[in-house]
């Protein structure tokens, strides 16, 4: 007999049918607010063409929306399964063929590390290690979660299937001096025009950053930076409040302060472009529950003048990360919250930084998430040289090359940009 909670659960969610988000919304919260439900985790929204068999009629290729939730349940595999269609059926979702498109479709995938088979029943799903649209979100709430039967993490599963699917970080700059895109979200109204299109276009992640890190940039402290986030923060929740599908919410920042005052807020992910370069860092991680980006940088900001001088940079990033990354599993922060950025344009020459994206896959060898910000950097002048606005077609040339490498993040200032072209070339 399980308890309240006992039993900790992935349940996959997805919709091509109607209002997508809205399907998948209304689905989150009846579960919710079932009596033996806890809501633990939410992954972003991802998009993925529609899954049908050969000569399935042209009307069933709708992209679905796709989701994963963990949840602490209290009873048994059977009744969790019966509550799930129970949600189904009473969110409107009729009878059709087993390929035909849904409003709503929601399936258990794993009930802890229990296997459960029935003829009416199989857990975990089977079918789970053999769909990206599954991985790729679970892959963000769980990495090394291993499924019974199986040797690979689902991280590693993900990396080794056709069409990988990265979230995309698009970038909101709130400082009057970035090196791209200074001054544009200052006043809140032109926040407010972007946030709704992002909602419109299920962007995944959104980072923020209030300090510059450009060649040359001032510095600012924790109270000046936090000054230009607090109302912008304060605006963005919000936006989404009440929302179990919202975008992740990343915050840009080395200071421990400013991080711990964003993690108080419910933010996702803290991005520290200063590798821990400030052990404080750690103790606000501890504290919380955020993922945490960890990028190697020689200095913050970047100075050009000075750049790693080895002849494999690959190597020497990949022993960098792996000390960090002992460092922080040693002070007991869970890995599965880590992800890896190599900082392209952070003490790497051009030709360094290219070397890096081509060799990019080497960085799979660390054992957690792997992001990486190139968007509009200097490096892109190789291929002509352009104002720093101009390199988006640079920037989606590279992106769509690591996004078919298996790179989980890509951190863009164009991220509409980058999924609309995804979507035509999967």
């Not at 960890?294 to 020497?316: C, E, F, G, I, W």
């Not at 590279?398 to 200032?413: N, Q, T, W, Y």
């Amino acid at each position: 007999m399980w308890g309240f909670c006992d039993m900790r659960c992935f349940v996959g969610f997805g919709s091509n049918l109607g209002d997508r988000s809205s399907n998948l919304e209304k689905g989150a919260r009846a579960l919710a607010n079932e009596g033996a439900v806890q809501l633990l985790q939410r992954s972003p929204l991802v998009e993925t063409p529609a899954l049908v068999p050969e000569g399935a009629p042209e009307h069933w290729r709708k992209s679905f929306l796709n989701a994963v939730v963990e949840i602490g349940w209290g009873g048994s595999p059977n009744e969790l399964v019966r509550c799930l269609k129970k949600i189904e059926v009473d969110l409107g979702r009729e009878p059709a063929p087993r390929w035909a498109p849904r409003s709503l479709d929601l399936d258990l995938l794993t009930f802890g590390d229990q296997t459960f088979s029935s003829e009416t029943l199989q857990v975990p799903h089977p079918e789970l290690f053999n769909r990206q649209f599954v991985l790729a979100p679970l892959k963000h709430l769980a990495p090394s979660l291993k499924i019974p039967g199986h040797q690979e993490t689902v991280l590693e599963r993900s990396r080794s299937l056709n069409n990988p699917l990265p979230l995309w970080m698009g970038i909101l700059n709130f400082t009057p001096d970035s090196f791209s895109d200074g001054n544009e979200l200052s006043c809140a109204a032109k926040l407010e025009d972007l946030l709704e299109a992002i909602d419109q276009d299920n962007t995944q992640i959104l980072d923020l950053g209030a300090e510059s890190t450009r060649p040359g940039a001032h510095p600012l402290s924790p109270e000046e930076e936090w000054g230009r986030l607090a109302a912008k923060l304060e605006l963005i929740f919000e936006r989404f409040r009440n929302r179990i599908f919202r975008p992740w919410i990343s915050v840009d920042t080395y200071h421990p302060q400013t991080a711990a005052r964003a993690a108080s807020l419910g933010v996702e992910i803290i991005n520290d472009v200063s590798g821990l370069a400030n052990e404080g860092m750690l103790e606000v991680l501890k504290g919380s529950k955020c993922q945490y980006v960890l990028m190697h940088s020689l200095t913050v900001p970047a100075n050009p003048n000075v750049n790693l001088q080895v002849d494999d940079p690959v190597q020497n990033i990949i022993e960098w990360a792996q000390r960090k990354i002992d460092q922080l599993d040693r002070s007991g922060v869970n890995l599965d919250r880590v992800i890896f950025d190599p900082g392209i344009g952070f003490g790497k020459t051009g030709a360094a930084s290219v070397l890096i994206l081509q060799q990019i896959q080497r960085f799979f060898s660390l054992p957690v998430r792997i992001l990486v910000g190139h968007s509009r950097k200097s490096f892109l002048n190789q291929w002509g040289h352009r104002e720093v606005g101009n390199r988006d077609p640079e920037t989606l040339g590279v992106s769509l090359k690591l996004a078919e490498r298996g790179v989980d993040i890509l951190r863009v200032h164009r991220p509409d940009l980058h999924q609309r072209t995804c979507r035509a070339v999967r």
